[in-house]
């Protein structure tokens, strides 16, 4: 599968941004997907995920309630909705793709299939 992740920018604390994440290739529902995020200097970390089966959402407690992932599988697309953003969030935001039916979902290791970012900046 090759995932393209777009929508970032700039954007002034408290604000709001959406992400999108668009899929080719194989059957996009099979597939558990995710959002990562990497700031300069860090390592890469996890931000959110959604399950293959039932659409089940997990969150990094850095984004708890101010962030939420959705996907919606006929148009082979995932978002991340960012709300009451920080500065601490500026990041380039990577969505990526387990393999299908994986009953991993939480952890970086768990994704093999990875978009190219999208930068985000939030000024505070």
């Known amino acids: 599968v090759q995932l393209q992740a777009s929508g970032g920018g700039l954007v002034q604390a408290g604000g709001s941004l959406r992400l999108s994440c668009a899929a080719s290739?194989?059957?996009?529902?099979?597939?558990?997907l995710g959002w990562f995020r990497q700031a300069p200097g860090k390592d890469r970390e996890f931000v959110a995920s959604?399950?293959?089966?039932?659409?089940?959402?997990y969150y990094a407690d850095s984004v708890k309630d101010r962030f939420t992932i959705s996907r919606d599988n006929a148009k082979k697309t995932v978002y991340l909705q960012m709300n009451s953003l920080k500065a601490e969030d500026t990041a380039v935001y990577y969505c990526?793709?387990?393999?299908?039916?994986?009953?991993?979902?939480?952890?970086?290791?768990?994704?093999?299939?990875w978009g190219q970012g999208t930068q985000v900046t939030v000024s505070s």
């Open positions: 959604i399950y293959w089966s039932g659409g089940g959402t």
């Open positions: 290739g194989r059957t996009f529902s099979w597939y558990n």
């Open positions: 990526a793709a387990t393999a299908p039916y994986s009953s991993g979902w939480l952890r970086i290791n768990d994704y093999i299939y």
